[in-house]
């Protein structure tokens, strides 16, 4: 008998323990090319430097990367909505996949960093702009990461649920969904990395908080280890929250490593 | 309990160049088993989906199915494949209940106590909890058959349903399952002469012509042991098939 669902302890402080490692090594060799290459601060701080700014300005950096962390959150949920919406509606219309889809795929084709500035126009300076913006770029792989889940149940499951007499409905909720929720949490994964992308974008054409906003600030006045402080906060909130999602989906979605063998 | 009865039976998929089989009769007496022995590709999964209602209206279907106390068949029968089917996201109680949550939407109490008495039946006591993952591959398939248990339908139709496990495990769950399943009108389909022969009140081979040919069994009851007297109708039967080989 094998129990997928609980890596051991062991494994998991030896990968902190790499992870650690990994970092301090980075921070020296940093630390070493300012100092060889006698680096100006104003090029490139050395990394003591950059968490003294951290420490002084820990405040300021907090609310910002808090307003910058919201609108990331945010996006996701909306994105993430608006894409099983969208995945759904595909399944069960036939009609709307054959018009939806190729549009879908053609929107593809629009450099979405070019909407921004026509998305602060519509949605002003405030944080629904950078939501949508943040949205805008998940919604593609989720949609079609949801949809290829949807569409791709196993057939045996499908097979014993007529059988058994279930309705369209339920062969969609208790078969079609769950099924497809591995293959919609790496959807979600990919998500999770470039929802940050969408924000702090938004956040440089035009905003009035957030991390993006205070790289911004500081790099005009040429403040560059505040910006190198900016740029490491989002850094580590974009780490963390990746690596909460995927710990919650490998906690709720426990059965995709069977369903990968099928 | 009802008999099945097969007549002048056609099946032709869509882009196919010639009918799976045509003109296929069959009669299934009630609450006995059926066997259909046959090499892979023969089709005799088509005839089984067929009867389970799996086969899209689109293919050119013909022939008649009916059951002699004249109810329909669809709704009737529980169908077992060769994978176990369990869903990963839901328990085993959950499992054996699942036809419950997919017509109605809903488990009673009186089903759930109707599930643990089943699976204690099967000597599954205590993994109820459970998730499919960490059950072995013979649990898995027991817990299968509890679910076809529960369905509680007069006709079992099984495909193969063994041919993933082990000898031993083999050996165990077609003496269970023909204990479980001996008032159940049932159509059991498989590649094994020494399983059909173990497990059949009556027994056709699949031939290569697409007819279905008769098999004289041995005298015992079923679940046959495997004796002298099975060894040799074995041994005739694979001599009978082997001459289709090539």
């Known amino acids: 008998m094998t129990n997928y669902n609980h890596p051991d302890k062991h494994s998991r402080y030896a990968h902190l323990w790499r992870l650690s490692v990994t970092v301090l090594v980075l921070l020296g060799i940093w630390h070493l090319i300012v100092v060889i290459f006698e680096m100006p601060p104003f090029i490139l701080p050395p990394p003591l430097l950059v968490f003294e700014k951290l420490l002084a300005n820990y405040s300021l950096l907090f609310d910002h990367a808090l307003i910058t962390l ?3 959150v945010l996006g996701l949920i909306l994105g993430i909505c608006m894409g099983l919406l969208f995945a759904l509606q595909m399944l069960l219309f036939k009609p709307v ?4 889809l190729p549009v879908l795929i053609a929107s593809q084709a629009i450099p979405v960093f070019a909407l921004a500035p026509i998305l602060m126009l519509w949605f002003g300076y405030g944080m629904t702009s950078k939501v949508v913006m943040a949205a805008l770029i998940i919604f593609f792989p989720i949609t079609t990461t949801c949809f290829d ?9 499908l097979d014993l649920a007529q059988t058994m007499g279930a ?13 497809a929720l591995p293959t919609l949490a790496s959807g979600i994964r990919v998500a999770v990395v470039v929802a940050p992308i969408g924000a702090v974008v938004g956040e440089w054409v035009g905003s009035a908080g957030g991390l993006g906003y205070l790289m911004l600030q500081s790099n005009a006045r040429m403040q560059i280890a505040d910006m190198f402080a900016a740029l490491l906060l989002l850094a580590v909130f974009s780490i963390a929250l990746y690596y909460l999602t995927d710990f919650l989906l490998k906690r709720f979605i426990p059965w995709h490593r069977e369903q990968a063998s099928r | 309990m009802s008999s099945l009865e097969i007549r002048q039976s056609s099946l032709h998929y869509q882009d196919a160049s010639s009918p799976v089989f045509s003109g296929l009769n069959l009669h299934l007496p009630a609450n006995s088993w059926t066997c259909i022995l046959g090499a892979s590709g023969c089709g005799k999964t088509s005839l089984l989906r067929l009867l389970a209602g799996l086969i899209d209206p689109q293919h050119q279907i013909e ?11 669809s709704s009737r029968i529980a169908y077992m494949a060769q994978q176990d089917l369990l869903l990963p996201w839901l328990s085993v109680l959950d499992n054996v209940c699942l036809k419950a949550k997919l017509s109605t939407g809903k488990i009673t109490a009186t089903q759930q106590e109707r599930a643990r008495l089943l699976l204690s039946q099967l000597n599954l006591s205590g993994i109820e909890n459970d998730f499919p993952n960490q059950l072995s591959g013979g649990m898995r398939q027991r817990v299968a058959l509890a679910r076809t248990l529960m369905q509680e339908t007069p006709f079992v139709l099984m495909d193969e349903p063994f041919s993933a496990l082990d000898a031993v495990n083999r050996y165990k769950l077609q003496e269970l399952a023909a204990e479980v399943l001996k008032n159940r009108t049932v159509l059991f389909i498989t590649h094994d002469p020494q399983e059909a022969l173990r497990l059949a009140n009556q027994l056709y081979w699949f031939d290569n012509n697409k007819k279905l040919v008769p098999i004289q069994l041995p005298s015992s009851n079923t679940p046959r042991a495997i004796d002298a007297e099975l060894g040799a109708c074995q041994q005739s039967l694979l001599q009978q098939m082997h001459s289709q080989y090539d």
């Open chain 2, 63 to 73: 022939g008649e199915i009916s059951c002699s106390d004249g109810l329909p068949l």
């Open chain 1, 70 to 72: 919201s609108e990331i």
């Open chain 1, 149 to 157: 889940g949807l569409r791709h149940t196993p057939s045996g499951y």
């Open chain 1, 167 to 179: 309705n369209r409905w339920r062969q969609l909720w208790s078969i079609r969904l769950p099924a």
């Open chain 1, 97 to 100: 996949r054959r018009w939806l």
